[in-house]
């Protein structure tokens, strides 16, 4: 054998040894059933208790997780924040030197982009959500715009990159988790990206970024960069797996798609009565219900919700609440309901001011991104 042929063997077995480890996204096929690995993605990655949109926080433990690899360990005494790259003076930071700036609080409902993903026909293989990847917290922490003025931003510099502790192998390719913003979007006075310490007052959770992570209020998920360790200025775009490859708008493998930004509207309900264990159809009794949930949309604010108990044959507008939460947090809304014998099919939708409604039938792209088609609920009043 050849050197030639050697190496042809060595990469073969390469690729082979490679191929069950990481394979390339796909779409399942026609009837396909969920498999045992989107299983255990889900089992991982839980969404929101629907019953826990009663709360304007969502409560420590109930706000959906999303971690692509593993949670890193963390060593909190050793760790730093480094900003470098096109800035004048590179930066490292310590926790206590983050926390000895003036902290600030912004309230923000974040949604995985995937969210809604296991409705789809055909299905993405993925994280399979139903509509549950959201919640809402109050972030603490430095506005990012404070700490790339300390810096000092080369006028240059075109984006601001973002890595994560974490690290893993996705569809082939090895990887620290990493997204960019363009330097606008990294030093907007609105929305306020922050470098937050802070969930709900208490130090981060593990599973939500501990100890630092990167908020972009109205920004779907992956934007919101967990274990933040580096932030590099750079002068030409991002080109990483997350940016370039994932949450892309896709209609086919070869399509470059445009990228996935911020949350398109969508409401969910309360489902009301009580549950059957196993297919989570709801019982309610005759007469008077009370339906209520929230709505948001990271484009532009809430302007209508509406329930239809008909599967969304009629409509009626529900009562929106004031924005009590700041502009990048959802909405409570309530609508009264009175229920009849039968079985229904409940669902509501939201609005926005860009005038933009929740669809009733699916916006299907290859990786199941930003599809906010409306939440349906089979009702049995008895
Ligand atoms: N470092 C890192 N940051 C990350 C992720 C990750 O896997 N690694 N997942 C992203 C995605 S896809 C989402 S939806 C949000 C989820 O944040 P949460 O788990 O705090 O709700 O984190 C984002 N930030
Ligand atoms: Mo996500």
Redesign the pocket.
Same mark, same amino acid.
Do not use: E, F, P, S
């Given at each position: 054998m050849d050197v030639t042929d050697a190496t042809a063997v060595t990469a073969a077995a390469a690729d082979t040894a490679a191929a069950p480890v990481s394979a390339p996204g796909r779409v399942a096929d026609p009837d396909e059933g969920i498999s045992h690995e989107e299983l255990a993605l889900a089992a991982r990655n839980h969404g929101l208790p629907l019953e826990a949109l009663r709360y304007d926080v969502t409560p420590p433990g109930l706000?959906?997780?999303? &971690?692509?690899?593993d949670i890193p360990a963390v060593d909190a005494d050793t760790w730093t924040l480094r900003i470098h790259g096109r800035v004048r003076t590179p930066l490292t930071l310590d926790l206590a030197a983050l926390r000895a700036l003036p902290p600030v609080t912004h309230r923000v409902t @974040?949604e995985? !982009?995937g969210n809604g993903r296991a409705r789809l026909d055909p299905r993405p293989v993925s994280q399979p959500w139903l509509v549950e !990847?959201v $919640?809402t917290a109050d972030w603490t922490g430095v506005p990012l715009r404070t700490l790339l003025a300390e810096a000092g931003v080369e006028p240059d510099a075109v984006e601001a990159v973002f890595t $994560? !502790?974490?690290h893993g192998v996705e569809r082939g390719v090895e990887q620290d988790?990493g997204r960019s913003l363009t330097v606008a979007d990294a030093t907007a006075a609105d929305p306020e990206v922050l470098v937050a310490y802070e969930m709900n007052g208490a130090p981060l959770p593990p599973?939500?970024?501990y100890p630092l992570?990167l908020i972009v209020p109205g920004w779907? $998920? @992956?934007a919101? &960069?967990?274990?933040l360790t580096d932030i590099e200025l750079t002068d030409t775009p991002f080109t990483g797996f997350q940016q370039a490859v994932a949450y892309r708008f896709r209609q086919s493998p070869d399509d470059p798609g445009e990228p996935v930004t911020r949350i398109a509207p969508r409401a969910l309900m309360i489902p009301p009565g009580f549950p059957d264990f196993m297919s989570r159809t709801r019982v309610v009794r005759p007469g008077p219900v009370r339906l209520e949930g929230r709505a948001w949309s990271g484009r532009a604010p809430v302007t209508q919700v509406e329930v239809s108990a008909d599967d969304g044959v009629s409509w009626r507008t529900a009562e929106l609440a004031a924005p009590e939460g700041g502009p990048w947090a959802w909405r409570h809304w309530h609508a009264p309901w009175t229920a009849t014998p039968g079985r229904h099919v409940l669902t509501v939708r939201a609005t926005d001011a860009e005038g933009t409604a929740q669809p009733l039938t699916q916006p299907w792209n290859r990786g199941g991104f930003a599809n906010n088609e409306v939440q349906r609920i089979p009702v049995v009043c008895q």
């Open positions: 706000h959906y997780i999303l &971690v692509h690899y @974040m995985c !982009a !990847a $919640g $994560g !502790a974490d988790y599973q939500h970024g992570r779907y $998920g @992956m919101h &960069v967990k274990w």
